[in-house]
């Protein structure tokens, strides 16, 4: 009776909708899912499709939708993390929901984004122990009143089965946005030292998967899974919503 009088809209382009969500089928077919072209299998950044320096050092990327060649990145270096995956493209319409989210309060986002994580999950059932977020420092926290990637990792746990850790990683040290850094190595130098594992015993021998929000150079979701592993987690890989362009 409340959609007859209140009919539902898209939360972005203000088009009717029906379902549970309310993101229209074009606002849905504008987001590029990642699962769609082939990437590196280390850092997941889809070949060629932010620049033609991904392709540095492989002679040819793997088939449309899979994955299994390393960039030119990853045969220069070496993450922390086992793995990372991310569902869609850092742009456009699922830019602006993650950005509302994240910033503005709009929790209403959550079932939707959260639910592109859970559709698309793009690790082997049954792979993991742990569930844990990128954690958000307190003060931050107290402005915000919720970690968006809490939210998202305890969703995502919840539906797939898997404990979620809320409390156990933390971060102990308050950093600039890292949005403020134009190159990776200041980005790697501003978190370096900000997380820490408050009772390494939870995650010895432990396969975690940390989730975030957006993946851009890795220097975060670098820095965590380090002091993961540090406590003695066997591995971690990393699971975002949205990966957007490295600087």
């Known amino acids: 009776m409340l959609d007859l009088i209140f009919p539902s809209v898209c939360s972005r382009c203000e088009a009717p909708v029906e379902g549970k969500y309310l993101v229209c089928d074009n606002c849905l077919s504008e987001m590029k899912f990642l699962r769609e072209f082939s990437s590196c299998g280390k850092c997941g950044t889809p070949f060629g499709f932010f620049s033609d320096e991904n392709y540095e050092g492989v002679d040819a990327p793997p088939p449309r939708g899979e994955s299994g060649h390393l960039c030119g990145r990853c045969l220069r270096g070496s993450f922390s993390f086992e793995a990372a995956r991310s569902v869609v493209l850092y742009e456009g319409k699922i830019r602006d929901m993650i950005l509302e989210f994240k910033y503005q309060g709009r929790l ?16 082997p059932q049954g792979g993991f122990d742990l569930v844990v977020p990128v954690p958000m420092h307190i003060s931050k926290l107290r402005i915000r009143e919720y970690n968006q990637s809490a939210v998202l990792a305890y969703n995502l746990a919840r539906r797939s089965g898997i404990v979620c850790d809320l409390l156990t990683f933390k971060k102990i040290r308050d950093t600039r946005p890292q949005i403020e850094f134009r190159n990776e190595e ?3 130098r501003n978190v370096r030292g900000a997380f820490s594992v408050t009772s390494p015993g939870s995650f010895k021998g432990r396969s975690i998967l940390l989730v975030d929000d957006v993946f851009t150079t890795g220097s975060t979701s670098d820095e965590c899974a380090r002091e993961i592993l540090k406590a003695g987690a066997s591995r971690v890989s990393v699971f975002t919503l949205s990966r957007a362009k490295g600087i």
Request: aromatic share 16%; hydrophobic share 40%; no cysteine.
């Open 108 to 123: 209403g986002h959550e079932g939707f984004l959260s639910s592109l994580m859970i559709g698309n999950f793009l690790f």
């Open 186 to 188: 200041e980005r790697r």
